[in-house]
């Protein structure tokens, strides 16, 4: 009886420290999934930051070729103003040599030079608002 009390109480404290064993493993269990939950989530947030980095430089480098664009479309305006006001000028002094115009034709090719000047100036302070930007 007595050596059936010993093999008893042994086979409890084998039990719990079975079940003490068991308990600290899924102790540290939970801990090292709270710690790999904590990885993927800080993992999942770095991607994140990631991609809306990769999205804002796409949108930087579009907003830069799209200025670009437009500042070589303003500066192929300026030169066509300027070549309309050569044109202009070489038909206002042939035609003054030639005696050919009335003093409303010059009045009319100073007006469209004059207008055309305007736009150009405009045009050169758009330019330099874009390249600014730029």
């Given at each position: 009886?007595?050596?059936l009390i010993i093999v008893l109480t042994?086979?409890?404290t084998a039990i719990l420290k079975?079940?003490?064993s068991s308990a600290s493993p899924t102790i540290e269990d939970a801990k090292m999934e709270a710690k790999e939950k904590k990885a993927v989530v800080k993992k999942v947030k770095k991607a994140e930051k990631e991609a809306q980095e990769a999205a804002k430089q796409e949108k930087e480098k579009e907003r830069i070729q799209k200025l670009k664009k437009?500042?070589?479309s303003?500066?192929?305006t300026i030169r066509k103003y300027e070549k309309?006001?050569?044109k202009l000028n070489s038909k206002l002094e042939k035609g003054k040599l030639k005696g050919k115009l009335a003093p409303t034709d010059i009045k009319?090719?100073?007006g469209k030079i004059e207008k055309l000047k305007a736009k150009t100036v405009k045009e050169k302070e758009k330019l330099l608002?874009?390249?600014k930007k730029l």
């Open positions: 009886m007595r050596n042994f086979l409890f079975g079940q003490e437009d500042i070589a303003r500066q192929k309309q006001i050569e009319k090719i100073e608002k874009k390249k």
